[in-house]
């Protein structure tokens, strides 16, 4: 079983900045991809930044130029930096991780971006 645990969201102005943090543990064995996803309220989960193992990112057209995924391999953690925030970025985020035979979700952490 891997255990995934969010941490960094929050309330947050418009043009705002945040940072949410990944830390994965458990029976980890070769991690294929890490990334985010957020859902907003009446609306579907949507993938919002992906990295692979060998590093290829993949950002939702909505958050590209804002934000910013990034690994640390030997942690076992994502991170995703979220700049320009905008009230549209509102939604509970949450950790993916898939390896060989498994796919794993965190618990998600709630952003709010208002005024």
Known sequence: QVHL?????????????????????????????????????GKQREMVASVTSGGRINYADSV????????????????????????EDTAVYYCNLHQLGGDYWGQGTQVTVSS
């Open 64 to 87: 590209k130029g804002r934000f910013t995924i990034f690994r640390d391999n030997g942690k076992n953690s994502v991170y995703l930096q979220m700049n320009s925030l905008k009230p």
């Open 5 to 41: 645990v969010e941490s960094g969201g929050g309330l947050v102005q418009p043009g705002g900045s945040l940072r949410l943090s990944c830390a994965a543990s458990g029976s980890i064995f070769r991690i294929d991809i890490m990334a985010w996803y957020r859902q907003a309220p």
